[in-house]
């Protein structure tokens, strides 16, 4: 089993729409969520992080996380077609120097 | 304030073979981090540097090793290349109280063939 899963897609959606995102893990010792996006022949940018559980909005983009399911979520409201791209969950725990990245779903916002 | 820049964008090299990969650091940000992207997978972190010392190592093989240099920069290099190092290799810097924040370039795509 994989430390972390995410559902690589690929994910279409009109654009005003609103876009969950997810990911799993199994690290009980994960307390820093990370999401980065990365558009194509781009490295990856740090979008939002949360700490611990609960939600954290950053403009059209709230991210979730739920420890007691180790359940991670990013949502995009209002969806522009500048959001498609590839959307990578990385938890990690303090301490330890690595982010454990998820596969990435490609996501796609259609004019 | 200049990114994080790699070299070289691309390059080609045959199974065997070996190859160095470098990477400047943002200003400012002293530890430097390698990770490996193959097509459609997430990054997989190779190692870290601090201070020109390996701070932390992922699931890769001693043929892979670094260096990270006075300025900052950093080298990958990789021996007795194999098909499955092809992928996008990735550098990201970091201030050492920037927890999770990586700053990352845009990569050295490898093809061994």
């Known amino acids: 089993q994989k430390e972390v899963e995410q559902d690589p897609g690929p994910l279409s959606v009109p654009e005003g729409a609103i876009v969950s995102l997810n990911c799993t893990y199994s690290?009980?010792?994960?307390?820093?969520f990370m999401w980065y996006r990365q558009y194509s022949r781009k490295g990856p940018e740090l979008l939002m992080y949360?700490?611990?559980?609960g939600n954290k909005e950053d403009g059209r983009f709230t991210a979730q996380v739920d420890k007691s399911s180790k359940y991670i979520s990013l949502f995009i409201r209002d969806s522009q077609p500048s959001d498609s791209a590839t959307y990578l969950c990385?938890?990690?725990?303090?301490?330890?120097?690595?982010?454990?990245f998820g596969t990435g779903t490609r996501l796609t916002i259609i004019p | 304030e200049t990114g994080v820049t790699q070299s070289p964008t691309h390059l080609i090299k045959t199974r065997g073979q070996q190859v160095t990969l470098r990477c400047s650091s943002q200003?400012?940000?002293?530890?430097v981090s390698w990770y490996q992207q193959a097509l459609g997978q997430g990054p997989q972190f190779i190692f870290q540097?601090?201070?020109?010392?390996?701070?932390g190592r992922g699931n890769f093989p001693p043929r892979f090793s670094g260096l990270q240099f006075p300025n900052y920069s950093s080298e990958l290099n990789v021996n007795a290349l194999e098909l499955d190092d092809s992928a996008l290799y990735l550098c990201?810097?970091?201030?050492?109280?920037?927890?999770?924040?990586?700053?990352f370039g845009e990569g050295s795509r490898l093809t061994v063939l």
């Open positions: 990201a810097s970091s201030a050492q109280d920037t927890f999770g924040e990586l700053f």
């Open positions: 690290n009980s010792a994960f307390q820093y």
């Open positions: 949360t700490y611990s559980s």
């Open positions: 990385a938890p990690a725990d303090f301490g330890n120097e690595k982010l454990t």
């Open positions: 200003s400012g940000h002293n530890t």
């Open positions: 540097y601090y201070r020109e010392e390996e701070n």
